[in-house]
Nanobody, 122 residues
Framework: QVQLVESGGGLVQAGGSLRLSCAPS????????MGWFRQAPGKEREFVAG????????YYADSAKGRFTISRDSAQNTVYLQMNSLKPEDTAVYYC???????????????WGQGTQVTVSS
């Protein structure tokens, strides 16, 4: 049963931008910390960015700092990942996830989306 639905992925040239969205399919996640992870072919899933339930605290992987911005719209019950200055090494499947508290560890997240493909061409 799908809990979270990601959208906004696609093919973009290096230096371009994409905005990913994540919305629940049924239940609300307004009291959950949310995170974005990614997994490239042949690599383990890695943390990209996270946001507290209130939206007041955000945290990023070093690879995302200065280029990516995570935000949440409580009214729309949607979490966003704005990705700028994209690089070919950002190519991966991006996953949205929900947790009871903010964390960089994937095992702390209880609900996951099915992922959206981001491909950055050089």
């Amino acid at each position: 049963q799908v809990q979270l639905v990601e959208s906004g992925g696609g093919l973009v040239q290096a230096g371009g931008s994409l905005r990913l969205s994540c919305a629940p399919s049924e239940r609300t996640f307004s009291s959950s910390a949310m995170g974005w992870f990614r997994q490239a072919p042949g690599k383990e899933r890695e943390f990209v960015a996270g946001i507290s339930w209130s939206g007041r605290t955000t945290y990023y992987a070093d690879s995302a700092k200065g280029r990516f911005t995570i935000s949440r719209d409580s009214a729309q019950n949607t979490v966003y990942l704005q990705m700028n200055s994209l690089k070919p090494e950002d190519t991966a499947v991006y996953y949205c996830a929900a947790a009871r508290k903010y964390s960089r560890v994937s095992q702390d997240y209880d609900y996951w989306g099915q992922g959206t493909q981001v491909t950055v061409s050089s």
